[in-house]
Structures are given as C-alpha cells and as structure tokens.
C-alpha cells in the first residue's frame, strides 16, 4: 500500500484570508466570534458568529460572483493548497486525480434566497412573479457544486465525490481520499471542507436545538467555552480549508516536499441517538485510526478535541480519550481551536486537521483559548488560555463527531518520520 503525503494546504477562516494567518491567530488565542448581522439579530438578538475574515468572492475572478458562497469558500481554500503543493491546472494524470469534498448544507445562501425572494413576492402589489429565479439555481445549491467548481477549473477528471455527514464531512472526505489513493484507485487528490450557512433560515434552526453559545458578559467574542465549567454551547462560523494528497510515489518523482504523512483514519458510527454521543463509538474510531497507522497511544503528542462546548459532548470525548489512551492521556497535549474559530460544521473537521498538522511542524499547539476553569468531568490537559511552543510533536490526531452518531478519528505523523 503507498503511503500518503500530505504536499499543500491551504484555508480562508473566522480567524485569517489564508491558512498561514488562521494558524498565527490561532496561537494567538484570538477569538473571532461577534454579533449577528442585522437580518439575523433581529430573530435572535443573542445570536453570536464568526464569520469569515474575508469575503471569498473578493479572493476569486469575475466569473466566480454567480456561485454560492460555500462554493466560493471551496475553491479560495483550494487554490490556496494547490498553489502550495505547486500544481498547475490540467495535470497529464488528470483522470488519477480526484476531488473530494465535505460540506453539511450545500447552498444554503443560495435556498434562503429563494425563499426570500418568494415571500416579498406573495407579499407585494401581486406584481413580482416568484416563480421567475435565476436559471442555475439548482446547480448552486447542489451540495456537489464546490466539487463540480474545483474539478471544472483544475481540469481534473477522477472521481468528484461529496461526503455530507453533518460535524464529519470534511474529515470522512480525507478519509475516503486516503483510502482512495493509498489502496492504487488513486495518485491524487484534492479534499476541501467548506460551510457558509450563516442565514436567517440556518440559523432559526440552529437556535431551536439549543446548542448555541450564550454571549459571555465580560468578552462576546469569547462566548465558546470548550470543556469549561461555564460553557453554553458553540458559535456557528463559516469558511473552508483544503489538502493536497499525493502518493509518495508521485510526490517524489516530482520533486515536491511533504509536510506530512497521513498516516490513520477511524470511522463509527453511534447507531443510537441523532443528538447524544456514545463514548463506545468514539473510542472505536480513535482505536481504528491508531491502528490503522500502526501506532501506539503514547506515539501522539497533541489532539485536536472535537470540543463543541456542549455538556454532554464534552464530557463524552473526555471519557473517551481516557478510554483510548490509558495512562498516556495525562501527558497527552489536546485543545479545542473551535473556542477561536467557532465551528464550521462541514468545514471543522478539515480546519481542525490542517492547524493539527500546522502544530505539529511548527512545534507551537493552540490552546483553548477560553478555558479559564475547567469543569471537573473535563480533567486532561486541554492546553488552557495560552499557546505551547517549543514542543517535540512527531504524529497528531484530530476528532470529528457529528449529529447523527458518525465519528471520525484521523492520525497524521512527521515526514520524512
């Protein structure tokens, strides 16, 4: 089986335009929730965000303004780790290079148009005709249309595929990408999270399920509290991250650097509740992804935690990663970069992995920047507050769980090890 090298990222994010920036404001501890925009705070006026630090559109040609804005945040996150990876567009091994993407609800902005157009319609003289849209509607909706855009401007012609799985879809896209290309079905791929469901439709629903971070008094933008004994909730975001994978075979015979090697990937699923999670299924995937790249508990220095600062998930990890990890897990370096950047649903798992791997080059973990008094139940070393530099960190794992009971584990080591 080849092995799996990971040859460019890249990520427009809450917290930066491009990766290099989202990382850096990471270890920073910077926070990027705020208050919602005026068509949404006036529903839900303690509604937090953290949107994008940049409009994707304004990072794109012309010819990119028609598409949804999820599938903007797909291809400025892609172009980023292309470009970082140095491939150019129409590669000779096209139909050996894939395009996988994870997204929770294509199009969103695009659907809470239509419906916004339809009520002012119903609403006027009588003389707007609803049923008049834009004829591409349906194809910017379509949860596939990031992958389609991708694979249209890079001239890729592998398999496009779409993974939707709520919190795990961006992290079961590398998955099944790694799968893809170290079992020979690939040489390639490019894998992209993506989200933008920041709309007054999205967010009446995310409201009804009262998982929504209450704003702190003393900081708003500090209103996700992952493993705290004060915690409410999250604070939804929005934006996009992608990877480059390649063979090492073909890595190396192009002469490009890796930054690491993906190494594991665990995936359960729950089968028992849509909301609750099961601290079983979680260490099953955790189990799977170390096994899977013939580690040891002990070989992972640093964890990105799925921590959503919910009370029940975050008690459940904590559990969870004792399970797993034993003895090793009170030395065990892990963090919640959703206290900084708010979680991305679709996007998070991929974000979150890219930091992981970010961390683990640079020697600098990010902390959770909100943690201030951790609840009892929550009793590993999350990193509280402030960033870690100057560690030795030589493999990573970062944890996706997701409404619905799927969980994903992925595991990422140094490379050359």
Not at 45 to 50: D, E, I, K
Not at 248 to 277: F, I, K, M, N, W
Not at 365 to 384: G, K, N, S, V
């Amino acid at each position: 089986m080849a092995k799996v090298l990971i040859t460019g990222m890249g990520a427009i994010s809450p917290l930066g335009a491009d990766l290099p920036a989202s990382f850096a404001q990471a270890l920073a501890g910077h926070c990027a929730a705020g208050a919602a925009t005026p068509d949404i705070a006036k529903w839900l006026p303690n509604v937090l965000l953290a949107q994008a630090a940049a409009d994707p559109a304004s990072l794109l040609g012309g010819k990119h303004a028609g598409l949804d804005r999820a599938s903007q945040f797909a291809l400025v996150a892609a172009n980023e780790a292309m470009a970082a990876a140095n491939l150019a567009p129409a590669p000779a091994d096209s139909r050996r290079f894939g395009v996988y993407v994870g997204i929770g609800f294509g199009g969103a902005h695009t659907v809470d148009s239509l419906y916004e157009r339809f009520q002012s319609a119903v609403q006027s003289d009588g003389k707007r005709n609803p049923v008049v849209v834009h004829p591409l509607s349906v194809p910017r909706m379509m949860a596939n249309a990031p992958a389609a855009a991708i694979s249209m401007g890079y001239g890729l012609h592998g398999p496009s595929q779409t993974y939707s799985v709520a919190c795990a879809s961006s992290a079961i896209a590398i998955g099944e990408a790694f799968r893809a290309i170290r079992d020979g079905y690939l040489d390639a791929a490019v894998v992209v999270g993506c989200e933008a469901m920041l709309t007054p439709g999205a967010l009446m629903a995310w409201n009804a399920l009262r998982v929504m971070a209450k704003p702190h008094a003393a900081d708003p933008s500090r209103s996700c509290r992952p493993f705290s004994q004060d915690r409410s909730g999250f604070v939804l975001g929005e934006g996009g991250a992608a990877i480059v994978l390649e063979s090492e075979t073909r890595a190396v015979a192009r002469g490009q650097s890796a930054l690491a090697e993906l190494c594991g990937y665990g995936s359960s699923s729950d089968a028992a509740h849509l909301t609750a999670p099961s601290s079983a299924e979680q260490i099953n995937a955790m189990q799977q992804a170390l096994d899977d790249a013939g580690l040891r508990a002990e070989d992972i220095q640093y964890l990105n935690a799925h921590g959503t600062a919910t009370d029940a998930g975050d008690v459940t990890e904590t559990e969870s990663i004792r399970g797993v990890f034993g003895a090793a897990a009170s030395q065990l370096a892990i963090s919640s970069t959703k206290a900084m950047h708010g979680h991305l649903i679709g996007a998070s798992g991929i974000l979150e992995f890219a930091l992981s791997v970010m961390a683990m080059n640079s020697g600098s973990l990010p902390p959770t920047a909100t943690l201030e008094q951790a609840d009892p139940r929550c009793d590993l070393d999350f990193i509280p507050q402030t960033a870690r530099h100057g560690c030795d960190v030589r493999a990573i794992m970062s944890n996706s769980f997701a409404f619905g009971g799927s969980n994903v584990s992925l595991v990422a080591r140094r490379y050359p090890a």
